[in-house]
DNA sequence: TCTGGGGTCCTAGGACCC
DNA sequence: TCTGGGGTCCTAGGACCC
């Protein structure tokens, strides 16, 4: 028999973390909002309630914010890593094997446990005693079987947060209940699909015949009723993979409307892509650069401008990502009147990334860049905090930056941002 | 007025080679 | 001037995830 995993989630991650720093939003509305406070993109239970939707954004749900009185709150990516940290540490004390699969999922290896339902429950207590978010756990032969489970229990509370679908008869029971579109790897198209030939449950989909479902879907619909079959198609994996890519791309607070403005952005978001890439001690051999118009104003003149350039030798270094940058930019730029388009949107792309020592070397590899110079620069932006020394061409004005107007504070991380207590 | 960001995997089709 | 099959590699785009 194959080995029991499990899939551990918080609910309602970002709405839950807030909760632990601001016990007044215990049982009441709360949303938390995209970057640029765009649109909800996590709701509580009483949020949901009030019909508010994954995405919707913010300017059509002003009315219910304020008739409901809805907490809405700026996301705050570092104050949920930290937390998410938090929560994968405790998972380490109860498996020997953590596969982080978003800043709120987790695989866990459950094998060689003997009552796994209560093992699961002690470590769901233990992660709210010691960081104060609930999860909740799915446990089953195949990671989509174990989602299914997890998602059943999230919405039984009868299950108290935990469901072992490790038996076949509990799935052949459970299945019905799980609407097609909620499976795992089942969006809206091939929900659509599936629909239109009268495959609505988990059930259903696991008794489609498997070279019906390779030609619908391809291989991937394929592995999906195999692991709804109970058998694993998609392994457990507890090494991080080499990433392949890496992108730093953000919404204007306010349109850019000429190219040094657009610039700024632009040096601003390539610097921060190179911070990455040294924090995971990786070189790139490939840079984009695209900027575009708001897509959802047909009124509006559009543009979308597009160039990628090959970084040769592979770099990590600040000043040739944000030389290359530059060039790509420039020569995306409109021909006529650029001065005509409002950007919303700018991003840098990473792709072909290596680790450092395995960079392909040519045969003069003189010292070049600035190695000591970007170790500094990083010392000096850990220690003093994020943009303390910047390029000159990020500018001053930063009016192209994203608007955060409800963030809180960042709790477990910035001792400036804790409130003083006089 | 106001609509996120960052990833992965798969397939089809073109270019190129022998 | 006409004519073949099979392989690899790369890219763009679609679908999906959280």
Request: charged residues 25%; aromatic residues 6%.
């Amino acid at each position: 028999m194959t080995r029991p995993i499990a899939i551990s989630d918080s609910a309602n991650f970002y709405v839950s973390a807030e909760r632990i720093f601001d016990p007044t939003l215990k049982g009441v509305p709360v949303i938390v909002l995209s970057n640029n406070d765009g649109c909800a993109v996590a709701r509580s239970d009483e949020a949901k309630a009030l019909g508010i939707k994954m995405g919707e954004p913010l300017h059509l749900i002003r009315d219910k914010i304020t008739a409901h009185g809805i907490r809405v709150f700026s996301s705050n990516y570092t104050l949920y890593g930290d937390i998410s940290r938090r929560v994968v540490a405790v998972y380490e004390d109860y498996t020997p094997n953590v596969e982080i699969y978003s800043i709120d999922e987790c695989f866990l290896d459950f094998g060689g446990f003997k009552d796994r339902v209560a093992h699961a429950k002690a470590m769901r207590r233990d992660v709210l005693r010691r960081v104060g978010v609930p999860i909740r756990v799915g446990i089953a032969p195949t990671k989509t079987l174990a989602k299914c489970a997890n998602d059943i229990a999230k919405k039984n509370p009868i299950f108290g947060g935990v469901l072992d679908m490790t038996d076949p008869s509990l799935s052949d029971w459970l299945l019905p209940l799980v609407p097609v579109g909620d499976i795992w790897g089942i969006g809206r198209k091939t929900q659509a699909k599936l629909q239109g030939i009268g495959i609505n449950s988990a059930a259903e989909l696991r008794a489609m015949p498997l070279r019906q479902a390779r030609a619908m879907g391809t291989v991937v619909l394929e592995r999906t009723v195999l692991e709804l079959q109970g058998e694993p198609c998609i392994a457990f994996d507890d090494v991080e993979p080499q990433r392949k890519g890496m992108a730093v791309t953000r919404s204007a607070g306010t349109p850019m409307q000429d190219f040094d403005t657009l610039f700024q952005a632009i040096t601003a978001h390539a610097t921060r892509a190179a911070e990455k890439l040294r924090q995971h001690g990786l070189v790139a051999g490939t840079l984009t650069v695209f900027y575009h118009t708001n897509r959802h104003r047909a009124d509006r003149p559009q543009y979308a401008g597009s160039r990628t350039t090959r970084l040769i030798p592979m770099s990590s270094d600040t000043f040739d990502l944000v030389a290359a940058a530059k060039r790509c930019a420039l020569a995306a730029w409109p021909k006529i009147g650029g001065s005509v388009y409002a950007f919303t949107k700018a991003g840098v792309m990473l792709d072909d990334l290596l680790p450092l020592e395995d960079r392909p070397r040519t045969l003069f590899d003189l010292p070049r860049g600035s190695p000591a110079l970007m170790t500094a620069l990083d010392a000096v932006n850990t220690r003093f905090g994020k943009k303390t020394l910047v390029l000159a061409s990020e500018g001053m004005s930063r009016s192209w930056q994203l608007r955060a107007d409800h963030r809180s504070p960042r709790y477990t991380t910035r001792l400036s941002d804790l409130p003083v207590v006089k």
